[in-house]
């Protein structure tokens, strides 16, 4: 036909600028309830157009059912190229079935609460401001921030060892004495001693050594070039000079730091044993409140210890990369609450208190995968320096669809769960923090750039992950034990 504007070209971009208009609509129609368009998150397509703009074409798999669909395939097969078609998509947003209520554009504050700041989609000055103030950081570089990339089709080899020096690389590993981070040591000595072939040295804080995951390190000290363990407060830089004794690393990997004064020694000793990376295990915390989901490493962040210690690590001239994990579960976990919280519950068919509606969108990954991406840094070289990376699956889950899926993998009917919504604001006394284990709000981060850079993948879903939970509940008797609902007996009553 004619071209309507006289022109091919103008004709082209006209109709182009019309199917961005109509996919984004159809794609923001989908995704969101009617009743909280207005408070949606704005990112949602518009994150997505970033990953796939130098992507090939996905592979050909059955035709996506919706828009959503088939922009998160594009999205997916540009963070995971090597991956599958199914291995793609399940990279992306996590649709799973249908207990599984993933719905991105649905505000976590209603019907509740007010909208948590903001949109920072309003305007390129509101947008320009709060990057600028938020972070305290004047450019990319300094932030730890790239436009992301591919996996190097040649990682890094090591150099060729002096006669008669051991071929093994060496990783220093200084691991906390327990918490939301305790597992990954033990996981992550595991990955690069029997995957890698590495020589690692942990320094432990505490002696809980009769406590999971510590007295299970028996299992991989013999696993490649060797695991060996030092009880050692990382605050006595005389025990842990001892303790390493005159050896130097190639690799160190803090996951105890959360102040530039607790992180300078080791810092400073592997500058000067002129370190491939400097592995900071940071905090996805730190990022300021927003309703933008998913969040990226772009994101503007709280002045906070973990924060200062990335900006330290940059300042010493380090080749640092810094991860900054959400919630992590998994085997020989000491911080249990995020799952416990849901099957001690339901177990015994109890009422789930929830604060907020529960859609608040979140992600729960397994430590393995943690690990796994902070093992990836070696074989990503170069690429990884000066760089942070949000530490997520990629999946997202809304709180009712985790608590549908655990009812799913306790057998029992997802309909059947009784979930009490509350705000928190409206109680007369506001429930202590440990009346639910996560976030009042949206609390999902992207983890593409993890994907692009290190090559790297989630391997373990939530259905695996929380199948092998409850049957760890079950073999120690938890769903026999007495629980304190004290709190939740509190809130019901006044929910009453």
Not at 391 to 417: E, F, H, N, W
Not at 471 to 496: P, T
Request: proline share 8%; net charge positive; with cysteine.
């Amino acid at each position: 036909p004619t071209p309507a504007f006289g022109s091919p070209r103008l004709d082209t971009m006209f109709r182009f600028g019309l199917a961005l208009l109509g996919l984004s609509a159809a794609t923001h129609g989908y995704v969101m309830p009617a009743n909280s368009r207005a408070s949606a998150p704005r990112r949602g397509l518009y994150s997505y157009l970033d990953s796939i703009s130098d992507a090939p074409a996905a592979p050909a798999s059955a035709p996506p059912s919706n828009y959503l669909e088939e922009v998160e395939r594009w999205a997916a097969h540009a963070a995971a190229p090597t991956a599958s078609a199914a291995n793609g998509v399940r990279s992306g947003i996590d649709y799973g079935a249908g207990y599984v209520s993933v719905v991105p554009g649905a505000s976590a504050q209603q019907p509740f609460m007010k909208a948590n700041g903001a949109s920072r989609g309003s305007g390129p000055s509101s947008s320009s401001a709060l990057r600028a103030t938020g972070s305290g950081q004047s450019n990319g570089q300094s932030n730890g921030q790239s436009s992301g990339g591919r996996a190097p089709t040649n990682p890094t080899q090591p150099s060729t060892p002096a006669p008669g020096a051991s071929t093994a690389p060496t990783a220093l590993i200084i691991q906390n004495k327990g918490g939301g981070h305790g597992e990954l040591g033990f996981h992550l000595a595991k990955a690069l001693a029997g995957e890698q072939g590495m020589k690692v040295v942990i320094i432990n804080e505490g002696d809980a050594k009769d406590k999971e995951p510590f007295r299970s390190y028996h299992e991989i000290e013999s696993l490649g070039g060797g695991v060996t363990v030092h009880w050692v407060d990382p605050k006595n830089t005389a025990a842990v000079d001892k303790a390493i004794g005159g050896a130097s690393f190639d690799y160190v990997y803090d996951n105890w730091s959360k102040s530039p004064e607790d992180a300078s020694h080791v810092a400073n000793k592997a500058r000067a044993w002129g370190v491939k990376n400097f592995v900071f295990v940071s905090s996805a915390g730190m990022y300021t409140p927003s309703e933008e989901f998913p969040m990226i490493e772009k994101e503007p962040t709280k002045t906070t210890g973990q924060r200062e210690v990335e900006m330290l690590l940059d300042q010493l001239n380090l080749p640092w990369s810094s991860f900054r994990p959400q919630y992590i579960y998994g085997p020989k976990a000491n911080k249990r609450d995020y799952m416990d919280w849901f099957f001690d519950r339901i177990s015994r068919d109890r009422p789930l208190p929830i604060p907020g509606s529960g859609q608040q969108v979140t992600t729960l990954t397994d430590a393995r995968d943690v690990a796994g991406m902070l093992a990836a840094v070696p074989a990503a070289g170069p690429a990884a320096a000066k760089q942070v990376f949000n530490c997520a699956s990629g999946r997202v889950y809304t709180i009712d669809g985790i608590a549908q899926l655990c009812a799913k993998t306790m057998g029992k009917d997802p309909k059947s769960l009784v979930l009490k919504h509350y705000d928190p604001k409206a109680l007369s006394e506001a429930p202590p923090k440990k009346a639910f284990p996560f976030r009042n709000a949206h609390f999902g981060v992207s983890a593409g750039k993890a994907r692009r850079t290190l090559n790297w993948n989630a391997d373990v879903t939530l259905e695996q992950g929380m199948e092998e939970w409850w049957n760890n509940y079950k073999l120690q008797g938890r769903h026999m034990k007495d629980v304190n609902f004290s709190i939740d007996d509190a809130i019901l009553k006044e929910l009453a």
